[in-house]
């Protein structure tokens, strides 16, 4: 921007949009390199993962990695608070539209959103299928950071619904690994279309799979409840 001093001189000073359209610009940079690093760390894992190939995948010069990263760790953890802080901000949003709602039709919609989520970032599977396997560094600070506080939340949820009697007895922790197995199918989306000509990303799809999920939950409850026997 241009303007003129007492003197009738013509200074240069910085433009207000200027910087913003260049913050603007680096936080899109951000964006698409972790994206691209999410893909990459999903699909080789962190050993085999390469700055270059991210670089590429992103469609930028390695050296901005450096630049806004520093290390293919920091950019591994910054993954990792995207995808993982990510889910949480929706599953907390969810539940507070939610007060009030009967305990069933809360537990329904929130597993809904809990398998659109996984729906629209397979990734998250394949992350974790890489970094769950063995114990190290980063699995220690990946269940401190991320895995541990949404386990907790969800055994205190899945108790919540057993102390209610429409989810199956039994240890909550069991419950909450048989929940996240039944969101593997959406990193199955090229087997899943082979095999049924349908997009495993779909809306109706991905709902439909969610209310299969929870009616198999409330049944199982129900007929244990009808015959009088509970199995602990």
């Known amino acids: ?80 608070d995207r995808i993982f802080g990510g889910l949480r901000e929706v599953l907390a949003a969810r539940h507070r539209g939610l007060e009030g709602v009967d305990a069933v039709t809360n537990a329904r919609l929130l597993l809904i959103e809990y398998f659109r989520f996984v729906a629209d970032h397979p990734e998250v599977n394949r992350f974790m299928v890489h970094e769950g396997a063995r114990r190290g560094p980063r699995l220690v600070w990946l269940v401190r950071r991320h895995l541990r506080p949404l386990f907790t939340e969800m055994r205190r949820r899945i108790a919540d619904a057993q102390a209610h009697g429409f989810t199956p007895p039994g240890d909550p922790i069991h419950v909450a690994y048989l929940l996240v197995g039944a969101t593997m199918l959406f990193s199955q989306a090229a087997e899943f279309k082979l095999l049924t000509g349908r997009d495993v990303r779909a809306r109706e799809v991905v709902d439909a799979h969610a209310e299969l999920v929870m009616k198999l939950l409330v049944d199982a409850t129900a007929r244990e409840t009808a015959g009088g026997v509970r199995h602990e």
């Open 1 to 80: 921007m241009t303007v003129r001093s007492s003197a009738g001189r013509r200074d240069r000073r910085p433009s207000a949009g200027r910087g913003r359209r260049s913050r603007e610009h680096a936080g899109q940079t951000r964006e698409r390199i972790q994206q691209a690093a999410l893909q990459e760390f999903a699909e080789v894992g962190f050993a085999a993962a390469s700055t270059r190939t991210i670089a590429a995948r992103a469609g930028v010069n390695q050296q901005l990695i450096t630049y806004h990263f520093e290390t293919k760790l920091a950019l591994w953890k910054a993954v990792a």
